[in-house]
């Protein structure tokens, strides 16, 4: 593998424009099938729910067989394959539209199959990535593409809404579908040659007991199960809470609200374009817990704010977690990448996002209980001090550890 920087490889700079656009179109259409239910079908709140929950439910359902799946083929193809399969169905939708026939059946349907599609896009690009940029770029190439991602986060949703406004939202879904056959188009392109898969070692339950029991039995992986789940569960909890407090207890109008949401995703934006240099401050093993530690206490002056001046203390919290959080995944993916055998990366990485994705509802219906006896702000309150709490785990197993190549390689079975 080449050791130039991964920006300067034709196959990595294919690889992150396909997810340039994927990212843009995946953020612009976040907005464009809301209104698409709400405007042109008069969704009800409960079908609204429906067809957004339809669209992460796969990861809970399919998310460990995907990754023993991912284990047995080569990995690109799966990613083509998912990009296309998204692209077909999210033309569906325009398709419909035009013939007259769109229902809210066909929206769920649709955002369920392409669901599973990205559950096996997104592990299978986890997994993929190493053979493009090869284990000594995955910091610089991860960076890379959180810092697209970020963008995307920045950008997309105002995006979304003007294009919605000019060319209606059936219209902007198709923009959609083709951001997706641009991504398939750009991973062809891709010349770096992959890992034949390894051998099949049994049934597929075993495979994904093989997967479980190495993250289990694997300490530095253990840790940082721990830590991302607490993390997510935190982000669970304030996001059933952090709207109505912004709206009855700050009383901050919707273009304020607006506002602090984008100080959230402009310091993720600069946390995943900064993070190889902190890395090489701080050590490429220190900062995956030190990311959380130092912004952690920061965090927790987003239930101090007050309406009026103090509502500075939201958009600095609500900015040291986003920072915190980017910095974090993009230094604790690239470990789990370089010393991960290849046969098990596959089934690591989708038991890792099954852990994360799954303790989501579970956050959303314990803040929402919290607030509705607590009140919002003390559930912000608990999801501070969760954070605040969650980097122990991956400090006690990487503590005194400054880089990742003093870490010593995971050995599977």
């Known amino acids: 593998m080449s050791s130039r920087p991964p920006s300067r490889r034709r196959d990595f700079r294919l690889l992150l424009f396909g997810q340039t656009t994927t990212q ?9 099938i809301p209104l698409l239910a709400v405007v042109t079908l008069d969704a009800s709140p409960l079908q609204l729910g429906l067809v957004t929950a339809s669209g992460t439910v796969a990861f809970a359902l399919i998310g460990l067989p995907a990754g023993a799946w991912i284990d047995r083929w080569r990995r690109r193809p799966v990613l083509v394959a998912a990009d296309v399969a ?17 229902t809210i059946a066909q929206l ?31 910091l610089a190439g991860n960076s890379a ?10 950008a997309g949703p105002g995006a979304g809404g003007w294009a919605v406004g000019v060319l209606g939202a059936a219209n902007v879904v198709l923009v959609q579908a083709v951001t997706f056959a641009l991504s398939a ?35 530095v992986l253990r840790a940082t199960a721990v830590t991302s789940a607490a993390c997510n569960f935190s982000f669970a909890i304030a996001s ?31 946390g995943a374009a900064l993070t ?71 089934r690591v990485n989708a038991t890792m996002r099954v852990l994360m994705m799954g303790l989501f ?16 702000r003390q559930a912000l309150w608990a999801a501070g001090v969760l954070v605040l709490l969650s980097p122990l785990p991956v400090y006690a197993a990487l503590r005194g550890v400054r880089d990742a190549e003093d870490v010593p390689p995971w050995h599977g079975r």
């Open 24 to 32: 843009l179109g995946t953020q612009v259409s976040g907005v464009a």
């Open 86 to 102: 998204r692209a077909a169905l999210l033309a569906t939708i325009p398709l419909a539209a035009l013939l007259g026939t769109l």
């Open 108 to 138: 769920v349907v649709v955002s369920l199959l392409a669901g599973a599609a990205r559950v096996f896009f997104d592990v299978g690009y986890q997994s993929y990535l190493p053979s493009v940029v090869g284990r000594a770029g995955l």
């Open 145 to 154: 593409m959180e810092t697209v991602r970020a963008c995307g986060q920045v």
């Open 185 to 219: 188009a750009s991973l062809l392109a891709i010349r770096a040659p992959e890992p034949p898969p390894g051998p099949r070692r049994g049934r597929l339950a075993a495979e994904i007991r093989e997967g479980l029991a190495f993250v289990a039995g694997t300490r």
């Open 240 to 270: 059933a809470v952090s709207f109505v407090f912004m709206v009855r207890t700050l009383g901050l109008a919707p273009t304020a609200i607006g506002l602090v949401v984008a100080a959230g995703s402009l310091a993720a934006l600069a």
């Open 276 to 346: 190889p240099r902190l890395a090489r401050r701080a050590g490429s093993a220190r900062v995956i817990w030190l990311s959380l530690a130092v912004t952690g206490p920061v965090a927790l002056l987003t239930p101090l704010a007050q309406p009026g001046w103090a509502v500075g203390l939201l958009v600095a919290g609500t900015a040291a977690g986003e920072l915190g959080q980017i910095v974090y995944a993009v230094t604790n993916v690239s470990l789990r990448q370089r010393l991960c055998p290849e046969r098990l990366l596959g």
């Open 361 to 376: 509802p579970v956050g959303a219906l314990v803040g929402g209980v919290l607030g509705e006896v607590a009140g919002p």
